[in-house]
């Protein structure tokens, strides 16, 4: 598969944007946490622990509850054919986005109260 292979280019930009968004949200969290095991601990739970912790749910619950989930909608965003019943590439991208949006909102203003 070359990048001229439609909704290749897509999963290769969105697959760096996912490891950017990656890379913030833990930036945030660990301004939230100012403690390096905390926010180590907390962005490998929301990484890896949630999903898994969603995917146990039952039937209708893990899709409706894990299309909301970084690592899922993440996945979504990235995959030539997106699972039935998550969302599709442009509002995953928006999920992934508020993500890292949101940590680094939260530490700005935490930042700002703190110092202040």
């Keep these: 598969m070359t990048l001229a292979?439609?909704?290749?280019?897509?999963?290769?930009?969105?697959?760096?944007?996912?490891l950017?968004?990656?890379a913030w949200a833990g930036l945030g969290l660990g301004t939230l946490i100012r403690h390096t095991a905390g926010a180590i601990t907390t962005m490998t739970a929301v990484v890896f622990l949630l999903p898994?912790?969603?995917?146990?749910?039952?039937?209708?619950?893990?899709?409706q509850a894990?299309?909301?989930?970084?690592?899922?909608?993440?996945?979504?965003?990235?995959?030539q054919h997106p699972a039935p019943g998550y969302f599709g590439a442009g509002p995953s991208f928006l999920i992934v986005a508020a993500y890292a949006a949101a940590a680094?909102?939260?530490a700005a203003i935490l930042i700002t109260r703190r110092d202040a």
């Design 20 to 22: 950017a968004v990656m």
């Design 66 to 79: 894990g299309k909301y989930t970084l690592n899922l909608a993440a996945q979504q965003m990235i995959a």
């Design 5 to 18: 292979h439609p909704g290749a280019l897509r999963g290769v930009l969105a697959a760096g944007f996912y």
């Design 104 to 106: 680094l909102a939260a």
């Design 52 to 63: 898994q912790i969603i995917h146990a749910l039952p039937a209708p619950w893990n899709v």
